[in-house]
């Protein structure tokens, strides 16, 4: 049980950049950290939520909302899956042979590829947060969030990692099968539970799996296998997909 609380803990320090005064890493909880992910989801999609419920209350103006809304998951998480999607952009963009594309998966320079395509990316997601609906059901916030981080848990405990990448070598041996079956378990009851109180917004979950595994695809190819980047890479389009039908169903 132990174990499990420091995994949990190492999760959220890592996911979010909400201070959990929890510093100190355990190698070997290390592999159940993605156990984890929904909850991590659960926590910044309420957040969002919260934050929307409050923009919805206090009458902000329609761009301010927007504008907050937008920026609300990339401040949350500290950018990290923002900074996966820009290294996978930039390495699958460049249209070289495998290792190069991975030489600069890991290359710390922002490229021209990653820069046009966040520009893209943020102001997709902000006029779609513009075109939303008043009486939009905020809860679907809270649905993408947790769909988003549910599909990505499950994805790297199935997939083959890249040789670099993180989620390879003694990572995999601590992974079970009971931890796939336990997380589709989380996804089912996530779909479930967007539908019964969302309604027609509950469609928010298809479309995130749909869009995380359409990008998943082309990454995973592109770069041989699996990771943290690929995952992250994966997750931001599938909530900008979420946040599409959110914003025009």
């Known amino acids: 049980m132990k174990k499990y609380i420091k995994a949990m803990l190492m999760s959220f320090t890592m996911f979010t950049a909400v201070p959990f005064c929890y510093h100190k890493w355990d190698e070997e909880a290390r592999p159940l950290m993605t156990l984890f992910l929904p909850l991590v989801g659960a926590f910044t999609g309420g957040l969002w939520t919260l934050a929307a419920y409050i923009l919805r209350w206090i009458s902000a103006p329609v761009p301010v909302a927007a504008a907050v809304l937008c920026a609300f998951p990339f401040l949350i998480t500290g950018g990290i899956h923002i900074d996966g999607y820009m290294d996978v952009t930039d390495a699958i963009r460049s249209w070289r042979g495998i290792e190069e594309r991975r030489r600069i998966l890991k290359d710390p320079h922002v ?51 890249m040789e670099t990448s993180e989620y390879s070598g003694a990572y995999r041996k601590g992974i079970k099968k009971s931890h796939a079956a336990l997380l589709f378990a989380v996804l089912a009851l996530s779909v479930a ?46 909530e900008l997909c979420g946040i599409a039908v959110f914003a025009l169903i």
């Open 193 to 238: 539970a967007g539908f019964v109180f969302t309604g027609k917004y509950g469609f928010v979950s298809c479309a995130v799996i749909a869009g995380y595994t359409l990008h998943l695809i082309r990454a995973f190819r592109s770069l041989g296998g699996m990771s943290g980047d690929v995952s992250g890479y994966a997750m931001t389009f599938a």
């Open 111 to 161: 490229g021209s590829f990653a820069a046009v395509y966040t520009v893209l990316l943020i102001a997709a997601q902000f006029a779609l947060f513009l075109s939303a609906p008043a009486d939009a059901n905020l809860f679907a916030l809270l649905v993408i969030a947790v769909v988003s981080r549910t599909v990505a848990a499950i994805c790297v405990t199935l997939l083959r990692p």
